[in-house]
């Protein structure tokens, strides 16, 4: 015989919205009970002061909802209590409506400048004074929703920015004949740009460097992507040309229209000499140690990631003398703007590196951060940010 459990089931409680308070501040007895009489037919929980100094006592223990205040009361104003409930950070934001005579204008222009949202004149209008009320409790719900929202987006943005920062290298590679610097900043939160700096094996290193279209969150997981694959696969290949070749495969798997464009460089400290792939990228400056003339690297290249599969990726081989730097950077930097729109430009990057300090890659590092951000005067950064100096002892 088969059994059959039936289960009550159980209504569904709903949450019953919180009765919303409001302090009535007013030194005439007759104003307060008519005051009172109205807002009680809305169901809201009353509290009252006679006088501006009560009234700021009760707002910061009992946080109203709304204040209704006289202008006209002794010892403290309407205005006075007003001006200092909204210099205190934890008060400002709840509303105050003025309850004014007809001959106080300009008594209530001075609530209105000073964050009043509004005011009621006397005799009172009881359909009129509930109506204003439930207004500004509307806006002011509607204002902390929004807040709410805005906070628990910035918490969670905050926290992608961690995780992205954690995909970069925790610290650049201490290896003999080479010194290395990085700046790394993104234009928002969290930002499409991607750098990264291996070890491989017999004496070489790795560089990368990706930039993702735009800045915002697709560009985060394309550039939290990018990190993945490459890690995935560049002790498989001991070439560049390989490595995006295998990042590109993938990415058009499961992104199609990513854009991202990279550049790979694979150096050899046994003979001083890079092999360098591009796909879109902005071809690196290298610095002579002879002349001290700042050059841009002619590598050969294909278009970036996420369009469509190569044929082949081509490679350019470059030998170096002792002393000579190499920049990567993306367009962030040379795409800087000032308040009066100038670009920073490639050659302000070229001038800029060709003074660099000799052998000192994060004082030179640091030198280019301070110039752009002299450049822009303030102006927030209009796209990610990403160089890094490599020079050879």
Request: charged share 30%.
């Amino acid at each position: 015989m088969s059994h059959r459990t039936h289960v009550m089931s159980q209504p569904v409680k709903k949450d019953r919205p919180a009765v919303e308070s409001i302090l009535i501040v007013e030194d005439n007895q007759d104003d307060m009970q008519l005051l009172v009489q109205t807002l009680e037919t809305g169901g809201f929980r009353l509290l009252t002061a006679e006088n501006g100094e009560k009234a700021i006592e009760k707002v910061k223990s009992g946080q109203p909802d709304l204040i209704m205040m006289d202008i006209t009361m002794p010892e403290i104003d309407g205005v006075e209590a007003c001006r200092r409930l909204k210099e205190d950070p934890s008060t400002r934001d709840i509303p105050v409506i003025f309850i004014s005579g007809l001959d106080e204008t300009t008594d209530k222009v001075k609530g209105l400048d000073l964050g009043a949202v509004d005011y009621v004149s006397k005799p009172f209008e009881p359909l009129e004074v509930l109506a204003r009320v439930r207004t500004h409790l509307n806006v002011y719900r509607l204002d902390r929703e929004v807040k709410s929202k805005k906070d628990q987006l910035e918490h969670e943005l905050h926290m992608v920015s961690r995780i992205q920062y954690d995909l970069l290298p925790r610290n650049l590679p201490d290896m003999e004949g080479i010194k290395l610097g990085a700046h790394y900043r993104t234009s928002r939160y969290a930002g499409g740009d991607y750098y990264d700096v291996v070890e491989l094996p017999g004496k070489k290193l790795g560089i990368m460097m990706a930039d993702a279209e735009g800045h915002s969150a697709p560009a985060t997981v394309r550039m939290a992507m990018t990190c993945v694959l490459f890690r995935a696969c560049y002790e498989s290949h001991d070439a560049p040309g390989p490595v995006l070749d295998s990042i590109n495969e993938h990415l058009l798997k499961v992104s199609e229209n990513s854009f991202i464009t990279a550049i790979y460089a694979i150096y050899d400290t046994s003979d001083r000499t890079m092999r360098i792939a591009r796909a879109g990228h902005p071809m690196p400056l290298l610095r002579k140690s002879a002349d001290r003339q700042v050059v841009e690297l002619q590598c050969e290249g294909v278009f970036p990631f996420g369009w469509q599969s190569y044929d082949s990726v081509p490679e350019t081989e470059i030998r170096f003398q002792p002393g000579d730097q190499i920049l990567f950077y993306t367009d962030g930097i040379t795409d800087r703007f000032n308040p009066e729109t100038q670009r920073f430009g490639k050659e302000r990057l070229i001038n800029l590196f060709q003074l660099s300090a000799d052998g000192k890659p994060q004082v030179t590092v640091e030198s280019i951060t301070t110039e752009l951000d002299r450049f822009a005067e303030g102006r927030p950064t209009d796209d990610d940010q990403t160089f890094l100096v490599f020079a050879m002892d």
